[in-house]
T-cell receptor, first 112, second 114 residues
Framework: DGGITQSPKYLFRKEGQNVTLSCEQN?????MYWYRQDPGQGLRLIYY???????QKGDIAEGYSVSREKKESFPLTVTSAQKNPTAFYLC???????????FGPGTRLTVL | AQKITQTQPGMFVQEKEAVTLDCTYD???????LFWYKQPSSGEMIFLIY??????QNATEGRYSLNFQKARKSANLVISASQLGDSAMYFC???????????FGSGTQLTVLP
């Protein structure tokens, strides 16, 4: 089945540790996105990429890093510089020029 | 800068009745798109409906319709014949101009009562 997968579903991390969230899509979409959602709030854009080996910062990029070495994959690293990383992280993808973004099931990150 | 405002943190509706979820937006781009997404308690985001700023007619998708009033900068979602499975968080979002990313509102929690 075509779609977006995110792993793991739940992730626990100690303070001061970096952690990488996985996002893979087999929809052949060019664009991929990372959003953060805090309880009771909407989504905020962290990073996005429209083509392999290129990405742009979103509204809240500080403390995060990404890579786009393959079209299918857009991993997000939450670094120790991110002051409040506990949140729900959603990955999305879309065809350039089309309107709809397709979302993955999300990863819930908790910092202990 | 773009902004989406959803003023209803929570809404209740009786099963089989219609409900309107409010959304107002602000943008200086002449070309933009408006979206509604549904987020069940599982967390996934489900695309419901899209309205382009130049579309002449209001968008409809099954039981969902978008009441687009451009002069008032509003894009309300209407759900007809509510079902218990419609209970979820609903987000309005906008994509402006050449931007690819979406700007989201804070959401409305809809509860359908039996």
């Amino acid at each position: 089945d075509g779609g977006i997968t995110q792993s793991p579903k739940y992730l626990f991390r100690k303070e001061g540790q970096n952690v990488t969230l996985s996002c893979e899509q087999n929809l052949n979409h060019d664009a991929m996105y990372w959003y953060r959602q805090d309880p009771g709030q909407g989504l905020r854009l962290i990073y996005y990429s429209q083509i392999v080996n290129d990405f742009q910062k979103g509204d809240i990029a500080e403390g995060y890093s990404v890579s786009r070495e393959k079209k299918e994959s857009f991993p997000l690293t939450v670094t120790s510089a991110q002051k409040n990383p506990t949140a729900f992280y959603l990955c999305a993808s879309s065809i350039i020029g089309y309107n709809e973004q397709f979302f993955g099931p999300g990863t819930r990150l908790t910092v202990l | 800068a773009q902004k989406i405002t959803q003023t209803q943190p929570g809404m209740f509706v009786q099963e089989k009745e219609a409900v309107t979820l409010d959304c107002t937006y602000d943008t200086s781009d002449p070309s933009y798109g408006l979206f509604w997404y549904k987020q069940p308690s599982s967390g996934e985001m489900i695309f419901l409906i899209y309205q382009g700023s130049y579309d002449q007619q209001n968008a409809t998708e099954g039981r969902y319709s978008l009441n687009f009033q451009k002069a008032r900068k509003s894009a309300n979602l209407v759900i007809s014949a509510s079902q218990l499975g419609d209970s979820a968080m609903y987000f309005c979002a906008m994509r402006g101009g050449s931007a690819r990313q979406l700007t989201f509102g804070s959401g409305t929690q809809l509860t359908v009562l039996p």
